[in-house]
């Protein structure tokens, strides 16, 4: 494979997806399999996507958040929809959700079930939408600036050969204030060239996997300044012949989330802000994760950085209530550093003590 030419990578992953895996028992790693549990608010949604849907899902996580009602949602990479299926269920009669994809054989399973699907959701059909599309370059299919609330993907960025494009692309599609929430894979090193451009690492998404710190700084320089992993697992890997080629790479499956708002700065800032949250966000009644380090007890008053603070405005203004504002700053924020390892809070799903920043 050419690792400088997107054409050429396209036609790798095109036919990978396309004709090579006809389902996920296919696969020849773990990469592109999901091993954590579901959240508990997404499993009941899973009994409305068909069954051969879910036979074809090859993502790596979870990327459909909560808080969703209303909202209108791009599905970057949708390949057979199973994610576009569950976020329909969430962002409910006033939303809409747009799934793109650049393989036909994938896009022709997600709209076998679209109108049916619609009308048991009591939406119409164009409200559950999916479209032929590079997610380099989401103008050719049709997506204008500032016309989505929140941007989702599924193991996918790492399949494209140019990721800056990606994360520059779904920068523009989101509204001031909108977010993007996918799980990806991510490694601890730069791979080598040989490695990177391996066709199966390549399509079972390790050989293009983000190497953190490359991501962060890159998501920083389109207008991403503040990235925050929400959960990670390690990825195990047992074949002895995959194993041989990576070395002592090791391999992450993380979730993202990643927001457009103008007024973050590119550390957590104290302007001695604090939020409460209210309650109300689907599966946290009681305890709400925002990412790796921030839980939310309802009711209680929790100071945050101003970062933390915008982000949670402009996402989920409705669940919490906000004290304070900008006009003063009192430096950094004591102790933070959350983008310093590899090692993050397993599971969205977990208690514990919170702690801010």
């Not at 920083?220 to 929400?230: I, L, N, P, Q």
Request: with cysteine.
């Amino acid at each position: 494979m050419d690792a400088g030419g997107a054409t050429t990578t396209h036609e790798v992953v095109k036919d990978y997806y396309g004709k090579v895996l006809k389902s996920s028992e296919d696969l020849k790693t773990s990469a592109c399999c999901t091993a954590d549990a579901a959240p508990g608010f997404l499993r009941p949604l899973f009994a409305a996507v068909p069954g051969e849907i879910m036979s074809r899902y090859y993502g790596c996580g979870f990327p459909v958040p909560a808080g969703l009602s209303g909202c209108s949602v791009l599905d970057l990479g949708c390949g057979t929809g199973r994610d576009v299926y569950l976020a329909a269920q969430l962002v409910g009669s006033e939303g809409r959700v747009v799934g793109v994809d650049m393989t036909d054989e994938q896009l022709e399973v997600a709209r076998r079930y679209r109108d049916s699907f619609a009308e048991a959701q009591g939406m119409r059909p164009e409200q559950v939408d999916f479209v032929k599309g590079y997610i380099e370059d989401l103008a050719t299919a049709g997506l204008g600036d500032a016309s989505f609330d929140v941007a989702i993907s599924n193991c996918v960025v790492n399949l494209s050969a140019d990721k800056r494009a990606v994360l520059s692309e779904i920068h523009r599609v989101l509204k001031e204030g909108g977010e993007f929430y996918f799980s990806d894979v991510f490694v601890d090193r730069r791979l080598p060239a040989d490695v990177a451009c391996h066709d199966v690492l390549y399509g079972e998404c390790l050989g293009g996997a983000l190497y953190k710190d490359d991501f962060v700084f890159m998501a920083r320089d389109v207008g991403f300044r503040d990235a925050r992993a929400v959960t990670a697992r390690e990825i195990e890997i047992h074949d002895p012949e995959i194993r041989k080629l990576i070395g002592s790479a090791r391999f992450y499956s993380v979730t993202y989330r990643l927001f457009k708002i103008g007024s973050l700065d590119y550390q957590c800032e104290d302007y001695g802000q604090s939020v409460t949250y209210q309650g109300g966000v689907e599966g946290s009644e009681n305890l709400f994760w925002f990412d790796d380090h921030h839980c939310f007890e309802k009711g209680r008053s929790e100071r945050v950085c101003g970062n933390t603070f915008d982000m949670l405005k402009a996402r989920f203004g409705g669940f919490f209530s906000f004290t304070g504002d900008r006009s003063v700053h009192f430096g950094k924020y004591p102790d933070c550093d959350t983008m310093a390892t590899m090692t993050y809070r397993p599971t969205a799903s977990d208690g514990g003590a919170a702690s801010c920043c």
